[in-house]
């Protein structure tokens, strides 16, 4: 079935240092892409997203890179701080039955002192 | 705070019984989502309401049921609980009748079945 995978499910880095994130998905159809940053006990929050009809996007220090050929995208932020610490959820648009915004199953980042 | 409320915040209950959770969308916001986080399945999309109208559909199971109402909020009715059912219940809204946009998602509903 449809679905977007998201590696990996753990990552640990040093302050300072950059984290990437990887996804990818099934549908060609997807048009879009968005990151969701969830600190503990809170809902995720969007970080930041892309469409389809570009293949990078940045926002201070984090960026999303999109690769539709390969059905793939990432999320790169660099110089990480400790309040980076949280999960991470990438998200693709799926239109099997129906445009739906389906979630991969999480990063959890810990940025370590 | 993303302006999202969700009642109750935490909940317990035993196998077999019913529970209703309730969720305030933002201020104009239409649509809105719930969606069910567990620990090993990540967010599950259940439904989406538009403008008090069924508009997508997920993984939801025939055991649950959600209404939109004319003021917007949105109630989630989870019944015949199982212990698999216990998880944070989300719910977001967004102004598009679409997801491709930014949803708010409130601080969850914790329901724990024993």
């Known amino acids: 079935g449809e679905n977007v995978e998201q590696h990996p499910s753990t990552l640990s880095v040093q302050e300072g240092d950059s984290a990437v994130i990887k996804c990818t998905y099934s549908?060609?159809?997807?048009?879009?892409f968005p990151w969701y940053k969830q600190e503990l006990g809170k809902g995720p929050q969007l970080i930041i997203d892309?469409?389809?009809?570009?293949g990078e996007k940045k926002d201070q220090r984090i960026a999303v890179t999109l690769n539709k050929t390969a059905k793939h995208f990432s999320l790169h932020i660099t110089e990480t701080q400790p309040e980076d610490s949280a999960v991470y959820f990438c998200?693709?648009?799926?239109?099997?039955?129906?445009?739906?915004?389906?979630f991969g199953t999480g990063t959890q980042l810990k940025v370590e002192l | 705070d993303s302006g999202v409320t969700q009642t109750p915040k935490h909940l317990i209950t035993a196998t077999g019984q019913r529970v209703t959770l309730r969720c305030s969308p933002r201020?104009?916001?239409?649509?809105v989502y719930w969606y069910q986080q567990s620990l090993d399945q990540g967010l599950q999309f259940l439904i989406q309401?538009?403008?008090?109208?069924?508009?997508a559909k997920g993984n939801i199971l025939e055991r649950f049921s959600a209404q939109q109402f004319p003021d917007l909020h949105s109630e989630l009715n989870l019944s015949s609980l199982e212990l698999g059912d216990s998880a944070l219940y989300f719910c977001?809204?967004?102004?598009?009748?679409?997801?491709?946009?930014?949803?708010?998602f409130g601080e969850g509903s914790r329901l724990t079945v024993l």
């Open positions: 309401y538009y403008n008090g109208e069924e508009r």
């Open positions: 201020s104009g916001d239409l649509s």
């Open positions: 977001a809204s967004s102004s598009l009748g679409e997801m491709a946009g930014e949803l708010f």
């Open positions: 998200a693709a648009i799926l239109t099997g039955g129906g445009n739906k915004l389906t």
């Open positions: 892309i469409r389809s009809n570009v």
């Open positions: 549908d060609s159809a997807s048009n879009y």
